[in-house]
């Protein structure tokens, strides 16, 4: 089976700093792991996904994120927060095998202040 | 391309009633899922149909139904509603089954207000 855990229900960082939003994940098989972005009243969209290969994906809008299985970490990171950035943020991790439904986090609200 | 629509968009309704919930996926997408979002649990897996199947289900009660037609549009049921059914429910449509290898895309959602 696999979870989720978002550190973190609210993140707030100044335009210009660095953007870490943390999740850990557990799984007992290999994972495919992603990140998707929620803006307010809209569906959620997907910012990046790791499958296998390399541990380091980019995504859209300058964001990223590494996987490191030692520490079961695939945390999101941004070098310079910008005002649209501001969203609400899901981990979610799935089997990387089969059907398995994504399980996702409980989600990060990231704030950003001028 | 347009997008995965969903509707209606905003939805309230008394306890005990049902609901029925529409979501046309992207064209040539063939596989549709739904999701519950609240603020206590997150989003939570309903179900996903390919080919007018059911092809997994999450752990809700018998009261949540879904169904697919023939042209890949979806609807999900919700029967003797309770106010703990409040929620923004989301549909997701994607190539082909296999949520990890085919990227979902989600509709902007039903909120969902029991009272």
């Known amino acids: 089976a696999q979870s989720v855990t978002q550190l973190g229900s609210h993140v707030s960082v100044s335009e210009g700093a660095l953007v870490l939003l943390r999740c850990n994940y557990s799984s007992s098989v290999p994972p495919y792991l992603f990140w998707y972005v929620q803006y307010p009243n809209q569906g959620l969209q997907l910012l990046l996904k790791y499958t296998t290969g390399a541990t380091l994906v980019k995504g859209i809008n300058g964001f990223e994120a590494e996987f490191k299985k030692s520490e079961t970490s695939f945390h999101l990171t941004k070098p310079s927060a910008h005002m649209s950035d501001a969203a609400e943020y899901f981990c979610?991790?799935?089997?990387?095998?089969?059907?398995?439904?994504?399980?996702f986090g409980k989600g990060t609200r990231l704030s950003v202040i001028a | 391309k347009a997008g995965v629509t969903q509707t209606p968009r905003y939805l309230i309704k008394t306890r005990g009633q049902q609901v029925t919930l529409s979501c046309s996926p992207i064209s040539g997408h063939r596989s549709v899922s739904w999701y519950q979002q609240t603020p206590g649990q997150g989003l939570q897996f309903l179900f996903e149909?390919?080919?007018?199947?059911?092809?997994n289900k999450g752990n809700f009660p018998g009261r949540f139904s879904g169904r697919q037609f023939s042209n890949s549009r979806s609807e999900m049921n919700v029967s003797t509603l309770e106010l703990g059914d409040s929620a923004l429910y989301l549909c997701a449509s994607s190539l082909a089954v296999g949520q990890a290898a085919y990227e979902q895309y989600f509709g902007p959602g039903t909120r969902l207000t029991v009272t």
């Open positions: 149909y390919f080919s007018e199947t059911q092809r």
């Open positions: 979610a991790v799935s089997a990387n095998s089969g059907n398995t439904p994504l399980v």
